[in-house]
């Protein structure tokens, strides 16, 4: 049989030694408690690092999309050479170099409405005794293009108060009445020649017709007034467009009036810029 040596664990032959043995019970666990203390705090720096690689590398990535992209490595700049001051032009990192003709014959419009004289004709405390139109309600129907609201007038109610009804009926309409010139201002916050403004019931109710005569907007049918579409020739294609800013082969162009003419843009490399976005890029990878 197996001897076992009783003095190694800490037994006399009297007898044994129980507060030796607790001790170095104690520190075998203690030993083993640093040890598994120092691989975690191992662990957590490894990870540490890791968060801070990961960081670095986020953020350089990052700088790279910023200023190695082809917005930025590739910029291209649009110079009007000629009929200038009737529109601006914007190149895109993916506008191809050529120069291009532009002329303008109309840009786009809304419509915009003002009494053509003092409207009122009695206090202006109400539609009724401004207008001299009857006491009562009566429905209104007003449209600007495929958009339609229909409104419920109180002639008992202010001009203030029907303007409020236009502005507030969801047709991308702005209607206001000036007291001190006493007129009308009514236009449309879109443009092209799908925006309008017209009073659709006008022939068919005679209150309505009444109200729309007493504002003395020049509106005299139910088809009111129609915006206009931009009309251009854009390197010898006639184009149109119902908003004054359109973008082809990666120039936008913004029309402000009609050109005299053809207009010419020359759209290049801008090697300034793109020098300009290297140099931040390498200042901000040493930073």
Known sequence: MPTVNLASLGMSVSGMDTETVIKQLMAASEKRYDNTWKQMKQLEYKKSDYITAYNQMQAFRDTSFTYMSQSKLAVKSATVTSGGGSFTATAAADAAVMNHTLNISQVAEGVKLISSAAISSGSKDSLA??????????????????????????????????????????????????????????????????????FTNYSSNSDVQALVNAMKLGITSDTGVQGK??????????????????????????????????????????????????????????S
Not at 143 to 158: I, K, P
């Open 129 to 198: 005794t401004q207008f001299g139109l009857s006491v009562g309600t009566f429905v209104m129907t007003v449209a600007n293009g495929a958009s339609t609201a229909t409104l419920t007038v109180n002639t008992a109610g202010s001009i203030n108060d029907f303007m409020a009804q236009l502005n507030n009926a969801g047709i991308n309409l702005s209607a206001s009445y000036d007291s001190s010139l006493d007129r009308v201002f009514l236009s449309t916050r879109n443009t092209g020649s799908s925006s309008g403004v017209a």
């Open 229 to 286: 579409d931009a009309q251009f020739m854009l390197d010898g294609i006639s184009l149109t467009s119902s908003v004054n800013t359109v973008t082809y082969t990666g120039v936008t162009y913004k029309f402000l009036s009609t050109t005299s003419g053809n207009a010419n843009v020359a759209v290049s490399a801008d090697i300034d810029a793109i020098v300009e976005n290297v140099k931040k890029y390498i200042a901000s990878y040493n």
